[in-house]
C-alpha cells in the first residue's frame, strides 16, 4: 500500500500571506490528522478530521483551519501567516474504529516563513 | 490532562552498546503507548506499540519496549545500538479506542547521536 503523501514538501511564504497543505491518507484510511512540529513547541496536535467532519481540534488560533474531501484527502489551511508558523507540518492517518489503531505519518510539509 | 515526558534531551552512545530510552506517561484511561522515529528532515516511522497483553513489545530494527503501570513508564531499549539509530525518538500516547477522536500526545524527544 501506498504511504501517506504531503505536498508539497516545501513551501516558502511571505508573512501575512496564506497557504494551503494537501495530505492523501494511506487507502481505507478515514481518519486524519495534522501535527506542526517546532524545535521550541515539539509535536502539536493541530486537528482531526473523520468522515469530512472535524472531530478534535487542538490549541492553536483560528487562522488555522482544515477540511477533509469525501475520498479522505485533506487539506489544512494558514491565513495570515506569521513567522511563528514556520514549521513541519504532518499529517498522519489511521483506521477508525472500537481500536487500537496506529497512526502513519506523511513526510511532512516544510513551511518557511519570511 | 495528558502528558508525556521524555526525560533525556539528548544521548550519546557508542556504536555497539546498549541503549534505553525513558518514557514517563500521565493518562486518565488505560493509554495505548507508541514510540516513534524521525530521521532529519522526515516523518515519523512507528517503531513499535503497546495496548494490552504481554508489557515486553517487540519493534521493528531490534527495538523492544516495557510497558510499566506501576511507573507510567514506557522505555525503549536496543541491545545493541548501530550508527544508523542515530535520529530523534518520540514517545506519545493516544486513546485506546479512538471512535471519539484520535489525538497524540508526544514527548519532547530524545535526539540519539551515536559514536564510532
Known amino acids: 500500500k501506498a504511504g501517506v503523501t504531503q505536498t508539497p514538501r516545501y513551501l516558502i511564504k511571505t508573512r501575512g500571506q496564506q497557504v494551503t497543505l494537501s495530505c492523501s491518507p494511506i487507502?481505507?484510511?478515514?481518519?486524519v490528522s495534522w501535527y506542526q512540529q517546532t524545535p521550541g513547541q515539539g509535536l502539536q496536535f493541530l486537528f482531526e478530521?473523520?468522515?469530512?467532519?472535524?472531530?478534535n481540534k487542538g490549541n492553536f488560533p483560528g487562522r488555522f483551519s482544515g477540511r477533509q474531501f469525501s475520498n479522505s484527502r485533506s487539506e489544512m489551511n494558514v491565513s495570515t501567516l506569521e513567522l511563528g508558523d514556520s514549521a513541519l507540518y504532518l499529517c498522519?492517518?489511521?483506521?477508525?474504529?472500537?481500536?487500537?489503531?496506529?497512526?502513519?505519518f506523511g513526510p511532512g510539509t516544510r513551511l518557511t516563513v519570511t | 490532562a495528558q502528558s508525556v515526558t521524555q526525560p533525556d534531551i539528548h544521548i550519546t552512545v557508542s556504536e555497539g552498546a546498549s541503549l534505553e530510552l525513558r518514557c514517563n506517561y500521565s493518562?486518565?484511561?488505560?493509554?495505548?503507548l507508541f514510540w516513534y522515529v524521525q530521521s532529519p528532515g522526515q516523518g515519523l516511522q512507528l517503531l513499535l506499540k503497546?495496548?494490552?497483553?504481554?508489557?515486553l513489545v517487540q519493534g521493528i530494527k531490534g527495538f523492544e519496549a516495557e510497558f510499566k503501570r506501576s511507573q507510567s513508564s514506557f522505555n525503549l531499549r536496543k541491545p545493541s545500538v548501530h550508527w544508523s539509530d542515530a535520529a530523534e525518538y518520540f514517545c506519545?500516547?493516544?486513546?485506546?479506542?479512538?471512535?471519539?477522536?484520535?489525538?497524540?500526545?508526544f514527548g519532547g524527544g530524545t535526539r540519539l547521536m551515536v559514536k564510532p
Open positions: 487507502s481505507g484510511h478515514r481518519s
Open positions: 493518562y486518565g484511561a488505560t493509554p495505548y
Open positions: 506519545a500516547v493516544g486513546p485506546l479506542n479512538n471512535n471519539a477522536g484520535n489525538m497524540l500526545t
Open positions: 498522519a492517518s489511521s483506521l477508525v474504529g472500537d481500536g487500537p489503531y496506529e497512526q502513519y
Open positions: 503497546y495496548f494490552s497483553g504481554d508489557t
Open positions: 478530521y473523520f468522515s469530512e467532519t472535524q472531530r
